[in-house]
């Protein structure tokens, strides 16, 4: 049973330019949000999709945005980027009828030069 | 106030001995409570959750709650240097689980 999977791994890209990151929920899961963790912070919360809409979102600009595909996977795009969205962007899945755990992927790094 | 605050780092205990993490929270509605570990350059990984007040025992580790002081604390006994790790705290507030708020983390050095 594949976990949460995130791609790429790592990424860079300079300022100005548009990045998108990928990730495919665990199997039985249809709930992913996305975090953001910058270097020696606790995980920010950006957004969380479920049947394919926006349902939360956090404090981020609209530079931020997603998309939850049938199958649940989903994207975070991320435009005009700025040095500070160099992070670790994490994606998260969970059910929505239940489920007491939260299961990380393992990240993609991404360094705006 | 931020929404969770964790006691500062870093943490350093020998091995074999007790180490104690703590995790003070703002809203008084948060009803679950989780710890994560996470090594460096890797993503954080569930090691307890609680929801109600008292303490929860999982093996080595032990998450005690007191919402009525809004205190969440790890305990680990018997430290290895393998538990040498940055631990998350993260509360969630009663929406919809997927939102999680996390503290910052304290690192914790085992030494053998």
């Known amino acids: 049973d594949a976990g949460v999977t995130q791609s790429p791994t790592h990424l860079i890209k300079t300022r100005g330019q548009q990045v998108t990151l990928r990730c495919s929920p665990k199997?039985?899961?249809?709930?992913v949000s996305w975090y953001q963790q910058a270097l020696g912070q606790g995980p920010q919360f950006i957004f969380q999709y479920y049947e394919e809409e926006e349902r939360q979102r956090g404090n981020f600009p609209d530079r931020f945005s997603g998309h939850q595909f049938p199958n649940y996977s989903s994207e975070l795009n991320v435009n005009a980027l700025l040095l500070g969205d160099s992070a670790l962007y994490l994606c998260a899945s969970s059910r929505e009828t239940g489920g007491e755990k939260l299961f990380f992927g393992s990240g993609t790094q991404l360094s705006v030069l | 106030q931020k929404e969770v605050e964790q006691n500062s780092g870093p943490l350093s205990v020998p091995e074999g001995a007790i180490a104690s993490l703590n995790c003070t929270y703002s809203d008084r509605g948060s009803q679950s409570f989780f710890w994560y570990r996470q090594y460096s350059g890797k993503s954080p990984e569930l090691i307890m959750f609680i929801y109600s007040n008292g303490d929860k025992e999982d093996g080595r580790f032990t998450a005690q709650l007191n919402k009525a002081s809004q205190y969440v604390s790890l305990l680990i006994r018997d430290s290895q240097p393998s538990d040498s790790a940055t631990y998350l705290c993260?509360?969630?507030?009663?929406?919809?689980?997927?939102?999680?708020?996390f503290g910052r983390g304290t690192q914790l050095t085992v030494w053998p």
């Open positions: 199997s039985g899961h249809d709930t």
């Open positions: 993260a509360v969630d507030r009663g929406s919809t689980l997927g939102r999680l708020y």
